[in-house]
């Protein structure tokens, strides 16, 4: 382990906030292999660890989502398949938003975004980030839009919080008025099937 990634990881596993995950993240948008090795460490047993890379991952996202490939987009979406951590899940439906939707379109990854959006068990920003990764698909994949309008129509609102709802409205209002731009078209290599058998 190079010297700059033994101090990366011991930021990693104190006490971290904007300040830190800046410091970090600036590193990170000009060093290809480091990004590569703080992305790894979302997987770490370690959760303080795993949870403040992804949050540093998070923000690199945010700044360029071209700066996360292809083949970490996918370990992404099948580490959300399998975690079971809240907070780790936030930010990890956060980072996916924030990248092209991997092609082909994980049916499981739908039906878990449908199952985090409806469950009062889940925290109000995953299940708001579940429905807006649900809304990307849209995006690219018109026939879609049909069933998620469907169900945010019938939800009960008496479940969720006022947050949830507002978002619902407001993309409930989108669905309706085709006004969803496809900001979030995939880069990556353009496929005939969207969804896997």
Same mark, same amino acid.
């Given at each position: 382990?190079?010297?700059?990634?033994?101090?990366?990881?011991?930021?990693?596993?104190?006490?971290?906030?904007?300040?830190?995950?800046?410091?970090?993240?600036?590193?990170?948008?000009?060093?290809?292999?480091?990004?590569?090795?703080?992305?790894?460490?979302?997987?770490?047993?370690?959760?303080?660890?795993?949870?403040?890379?992804?949050?540093?991952?998070?923000?690199?996202? +945010?700044?360029?989502?071209? @700066?996360?490939?292809? !083949?970490?987009?996918?370990?992404?979406? /099948?580490?959300?398949?399998?975690? =079971? %951590?809240?907070?780790?899940?936030?930010?990890?439906?956060?980072?996916?938003?924030?990248?092209?939707?991997?092609?082909?379109?994980?049916?499981?990854?739908?039906?878990?975004?449908?199952?985090?959006?409806?469950?009062?068990?889940?925290?109000?920003?995953?299940?708001?980030?579940?429905?807006?990764?649900?809304?990307?698909?849209?995006?690219?994949?018109?026939?879609?839009?049909? +069933?998620?309008?469907?169900? @945010?129509?019938?939800? !009960?609102?008496?479940?969720?919080?006022? /947050?949830?709802?507002?978002?619902? =409205? %407001?993309?409930?209002?989108?669905?309706?008025?085709?006004?969803?731009?496809?900001?979030?078209?995939?880069?990556?290599?353009?496929?005939?099937?969207?969804?896997?058998?």
């Amino acid at each position: 382990m190079s010297e700059d990634s033994n101090f990366i990881r011991t930021v990693l596993s104190g006490n971290m906030g904007k300040k830190e995950v800046e410091m970090i993240r600036s590193l990170l948008l000009h060093d290809a292999e480091q990004l590569e090795y703080v992305f790894s460490l979302i997987f770490d047993t370690d959760e303080k660890i795993a949870w403040h890379a992804a949050w540093v991952i998070e923000k690199v996202s +945010e700044h360029d989502a071209n @700066l996360i490939s292809e !083949d970490n987009n996918r370990q992404l979406v /099948g580490f959300v398949l399998r975690n =079971k %951590h809240q907070g780790l899940q936030r930010l990890c439906l956060s980072i996916l938003f924030n990248l092209p939707v991997c092609l082909p379109v994980s049916v499981e990854l739908i039906n878990l975004c449908f199952d985090q959006m409806l469950s009062t068990r889940q925290s109000v920003s995953v299940q708001v980030l579940s429905m807006k990764y649900l809304n990307n698909i849209c995006m690219i994949e018109k026939d879609f839009v049909p +069933e998620l309008k469907v169900t @945010l129509e019938n939800v !009960d609102d008496t479940m969720y919080s006022a /947050g949830l709802k507002a978002v619902k =409205k %407001h993309m409930l209002k989108s669905l309706t008025s085709g006004s969803t731009t496809p900001d979030n078209i995939p880069k990556y290599e353009k496929m005939n099937k969207l969804f896997e058998k």
